[in-house]
């Protein structure tokens, strides 16, 4: 920490110079420093003594760097070009540890991790797009899939590809955050290789904190992809899930003792799933209307509340369900929901009250 404010810099979003004296530090004074992009913090260990003083230089570092990262969103266009050997172009002009290629993002993204000139050659390298002789357009075996450049501390795949430690961890990361669709696949090949890594693979080479997120992570895509068969209960902040009944049931949860119908999911004591729904139908259209008026409708297949903010009409919950925003309907594959908008809708971005 430097006062109130995390120790960072852009500069360590790539292996760059900034990154490359840290890793000298390391070896000079016994401690390890360990980055974290997606937080943006340096954490430090070893003894006390050693962590205070490799903070004061750290903190030099940071304070006098005349660098940072830039970063270059690629059009699919530039992602290809980039591929067949643009981007080792780039790193051949521009130096070891300046450039690095982030393939996991969306859109992909080159950093440059150097000066403001460093950052305009590589914008006109991308803009002019010149060829590169096909041998030459493959990336080097040490060189991580990822960012590929030189991979640090290297790990090596089942189907034989390498990986920045972090890339790789990373790479995990990202996948996991994509709840319904959970797959962990492998990046080499430019992409091409998509082998799912086994959950033995991924214990062998994660940090036991990262192979628990990921196993959370898998957990939440299966709840989140079977809602007609699992809820998660509906106290706030309680994680606990069900199973969902054809009939009327209670269930206490285990964990905050809250008692739900695991029928129709409200909580109605004694009685009946229509008496409730009848009592609370009052409520209940008072809400559909404040709903309706602030643009806010439910998922058809998980009754999960949905606002849209912008786009097209196609929305994808998390469930899976692909739905058409003007009368809701909903569909298994995102063609039949855009087949079915400009069938009945005259197009996906038809305003919903021009239908009524």
Same mark, same amino acid.
């Given at each position: 920490?430097?006062?109130?404010?995390?120790?960072?810099?852009?500069?360590?979003?790539?292996?760059?110079?900034?990154?490359?004296?840290?890793? *000298?530090?390391? $070896?000079?004074?016994?401690?390890?420093?360990?980055?974290?992009?997606?937080?943006?913090?340096?954490?430090?260990?070893?003894?006390?003594?050693?962590?205070?003083?490799?903070?004061?230089?750290?903190?030099?570092?940071?304070?006098?760097?005349?660098? @940072?990262?830039?970063?270059?969103?690629?059009?699919?266009?530039?992602?290809?070009?980039?591929?067949?050997?643009?981007?080792?172009?780039?790193?051949?002009?521009?130096?070891?540890?300046?450039?690095?290629?982030?393939?996991?993002?969306?859109? #992909? #993204?080159?950093? =440059?991790?150097?000066?403001?000139?460093?950052?305009?050659?590589?914008?006109?390298?991308?803009?002019? *797009?010149?060829?590169?002789?096909?041998?030459?357009? +493959?990336?080097?075996?040490? %060189?991580?899939? +990822?960012?590929?450049?030189?991979?640090?501390?290297? =790990?090596?795949?089942?189907?034989?590809?390498?990986?920045?430690?972090?890339?790789?961890?990373?790479?995990?990361?990202?996948?996991?955050?994509?709840?319904?669709?959970?797959?962990?696949?492998?990046?080499?090949?430019?992409?091409?290789?998509? +082998?799912?890594?086994?959950?033995?693979?991924?214990?062998?080479?994660?940090?036991?904190?990262?192979?628990? %997120?990921?196993?959370?992570?898998?957990?939440?895509?299966?709840? $989140? #992809?079977?809602?007609?068969?699992?809820?998660?209960?509906?106290?706030?902040?309680?994680? @606990?899930?069900?199973? +969902? @009944?054809?009939?009327?049931?209670?269930?206490?949860?285990?964990?905050?003792?809250?008692? =739900?119908?695991?029928?129709?999911?409200? $909580?109605?004591?004694?009685?009946?799933?229509?008496?409730?729904?009848?009592?609370?139908?009052?409520?209940?259209?008072?809400?559909? *209307?404040?709903?309706?008026?602030?643009?806010?409708?439910?998922?058809?297949?998980?009754?999960?509340?949905?606002?849209?903010?912008?786009?097209?009409?196609?929305?994808?919950?998390?469930?899976?369900?692909?739905?058409?925003?003007?009368?809701?309907?909903?569909?298994?594959?995102?063609?039949?929901?855009?087949?079915?908008?400009?069938?009945?809708?005259?197009?996906?971005?038809?305003?919903?009250?021009?239908?009524?």
């Amino acid at each position: 920490m430097n006062g109130d404010k995390p120790l960072w810099t852009s500069s360590l979003m790539g292996n760059g110079t900034v990154f490359q004296k840290f890793k *000298k530090i390391q $070896q000079d004074h016994g401690v390890i420093i360990l980055r974290n992009k997606r937080k943006q913090e340096i954490k430090l260990y070893g003894p006390e003594e050693n962590c205070k003083e490799v903070e004061s230089i750290i903190t030099t570092i940071i304070g006098n760097a005349s660098y @940072t990262a830039h970063i270059i969103e690629l059009k699919p266009e530039d992602f290809r070009w980039a591929c067949n050997g643009g981007f080792r172009m780039i790193a051949t002009a521009l130096g070891d540890n300046i450039a690095t290629f982030d393939i996991v993002s969306r859109p #992909r #993204r080159i950093l =440059i991790a150097g000066t403001e000139k460093e950052y305009e050659t590589a914008l006109k390298m991308i803009g002019k *797009k010149e060829s590169k002789p096909q041998s030459e357009s +493959v990336t080097a075996k040490e %060189d991580c899939v +990822v960012c590929w450049g030189t991979a640090d501390n290297p =790990i090596l795949t089942k189907c034989n590809h390498v990986y920045c430690i972090e890339c790789f961890e990373l790479s995990c990361s990202a996948a996991s955050s994509n709840g319904k669709n959970f797959s962990i696949n492998c990046h080499g090949d430019m992409g091409k290789c998509q +082998v799912s890594f086994s959950l033995e693979e991924l214990q062998e080479i994660l940090s036991s904190k990262a192979f628990e %997120d990921i196993l959370e992570a898998s957990f939440s895509s299966h709840i $989140q #992809r079977n809602p007609q068969t699992f809820r998660y209960c509906p106290k706030p902040n309680c994680d @606990t899930i069900y199973r +969902v @009944t054809d009939t009327m049931h209670f269930n206490t949860c285990t964990e905050c003792c809250t008692v =739900i119908c695991t029928y129709c999911h409200h $909580q109605h004591d004694n009685k009946t799933c229509a008496e409730y729904e009848y009592e609370a139908s009052g409520k209940y259209e008072a809400t559909l *209307k404040m709903m309706e008026k602030i643009g806010i409708k439910s998922c058809p297949k998980c009754k999960t509340s949905i606002e849209k903010t912008d786009g097209c009409n196609h929305i994808e919950c998390k469930c899976g369900a692909h739905l058409c925003w003007v009368c809701l309907e909903p569909f298994e594959y995102s063609k039949l929901c855009y087949d079915h908008m400009s069938a009945k809708h005259e197009g996906c971005f038809s305003l919903p009250f021009l239908q009524e």
